[in-house]
């Protein structure tokens, strides 16, 4: 069992930035891919990005072109850049690993508030 723990998160005014990080406890250069999830109060949790273990990324329509997901495998770390951010973005925000199917592999962790307000 891997823990994830995420951070970063924080109040940023709209069009603000912010980066995320995750740390895991363990490898993650073994898993298919790692991904980067959201809730927004009263909202199910959504896919917001996703990074093979080759690097290829991939995002929701939602946030391509102002999201940007990186992983650092020797450090176990895992990374969301948030630029021109909406209070729609407005979210817990979550990393995970994911299978070849795109299914979770462990607990969530606490996630980390983004709050996009004037």
């Known amino acids: 069992q891997v823990q994830l723990v995420e951070s970063g998160g924080g109040l940023v005014q709209p069009g603000g930035s912010l980066r995320l990080s995750c740390a895991a406890s363990?490898?993650?250069?073994?898993?298919?891919?790692m991904g980067w999830y959201r809730q927004a109060p009263g909202k199910q949790r959504e896919l917001v990005a996703t990074?093979?273990?080759?690097?290829?990324?991939n995002y929701a329509d939602s946030v391509k072109g102002r999201f940007t997901i990186s992983r650092d495998n020797a450090k176990n770390l895992l990374y969301l850049q948030l630029s021109s951010l909406k209070p729609d973005d407005t979210a817990v925000y979550y990393c995970?690993?994911?299978?070849?199917?795109?299914?979770?592999?462990?607990?969530w962790g606490q996630g980390t508030l983004v709050t996009v307000s004037s």
């Open positions: 995970n690993a994911r299978d070849y199917e795109g299914n979770v592999l462990f607990a």
């Open positions: 990074i093979t273990r080759g690097g290829r990324t």
């Open positions: 363990g490898s993650i250069s073994r898993f298919n891919a």
